[in-house]
C-alpha cells in the first residue's frame, strides 16, 4: 500500500439511499471535523491530512492513543 491514501469523502446526495443490510454494508452521516488517515507503523503513528501532508504534530494527543494499535494498522475518520 502506498501512503498517502486517499481517504473515503462523503458526497451530498439529494435523498437518503436505502442499503441492502448485512455485514458488508455500512453507512455513515457526515460530520464537520477534519478528515485524516492514521498510519501505525513499527516505530511510530504518522496522521495524514485529506490532501496528504502530514500532520502528526498537530495531532499528538491522537498519535500517542494509536501506538496502542498493532503496526500495519490504518485508521480513515474525522477527527
Known amino acids: 500500500m502506498e501512503f498517502p491514501i486517499r481517504p473515503a469523502l462523503a458526497r451530498a446526495v439529494p435523498t437518503l439511499p ?14 464537520d471535523g477534519h478528515r485524516m ?3 501505525r507503523t513499527k516505530d511510530g503513528v504518522i496522521c495524514y491530512s ?7 504534530s498537530h495531532w499528538m494527543d491522537l498519535a500517542v492513543l494509536v ?13
Not at 436505502?18 to 460530520?31: F, H, M, R, V
Not at 485529506?50 to 500532520?55: P, S, Y
Not at 501506538?67 to 477527527?79: Q, R, S
Open 18 to 31: 436505502t442499503l441492502p443490510t448485512g455485514p458488508d454494508w455500512n453507512s455513515e452521516i457526515k460530520l
Open 37 to 39: 488517515i492514521l498510519r
Open 50 to 56: 485529506r490532501t496528504g501532508r502530514t500532520v502528526t
Open 67 to 79: 501506538m496502542a494499535l498493532p503496526p500495519g494498522t490504518v485508521l480513515d475518520g474525522v477527527m
